[in-house]
Structure formats: C-alpha cells, structure tokens
C-alpha cells in the first residue's frame, strides 16, 4: 500500500473557489481503481490549513491518479486558492493491523 500524507496551506479569502475543486478532485480520485481513500479536512484551529491523506494499492495506482485529468484540473486550480506551504510525503506500507 502507498500512503500519501501531509499538509497545505491556502488563502481563506478563495474557500468560495476552492470548495468545488476540492469536492470534484475527491469525488473523481476516489472512483479510481486502486485508491483506498483520498480526503483533505480543514483543521479546526488553523482555518488556512488543510491536511491530506490518500491511500492507494500499489504505486501504479498512485501515478495512475497523477495521470488522470481531474488531477491535472485540480494541479491547475492550486494558484488560483492561493496555495502554499505545500509538505505532502509518500509513505510504503508494508502491513496494516487495526488498533484494539
């Protein structure tokens, strides 16, 4: 499993552009064969920051998602919310066990 983990920040002034982009890149990217999950939340003490965490079977599936046109659509809109501070890590899962 690939796990894609991390944070941006963007200008809270453009929420009112961002929030369509942002519901069009999940509702697609979690349709694809092979993510796991995708989602972005706004955290509650910082309202510029949004944590990311997506999930994928396998690498192909990853690069697949990088690949889509949706994804080139959201990698397009990032300037125009003002994004910035963008730290997002790439993580090789090598097992999952659930907590008690």
């Not at 894609?4 to 694809?32: C, D, H, Q, Y």
């Not at 939340?41 to 697949?64: N, W």
Request: negative net charge; glycine residues 4%.
């Amino acid at each position: 499993m690939i796990v894609l983990a991390g944070t941006f920040k963007f200008n809270p002034e453009k929420m009112e552009i961002a929030r369509p982009a942002v519901a069009a890149v999940i509702a697609a990217s979690r349709a694809e064969e092979g993510c796991i999950t995708y989602s972005f939340a706004q955290d509650v003490s910082d309202p510029t920051l949004v944590r990311v965490f997506e999930a994928y079977a396998d690498r192909a599936a990853l690069e697949t998602h990088w690949a889509s046109p949706h994804f080139a659509a959201w990698k397009g809109m990032r300037e125009a919310i003002g994004m910035h501070d963008r730290d997002l890590k790439i993580y090789e899962v090598a097992s999952v066990t659930p907590t008690p």
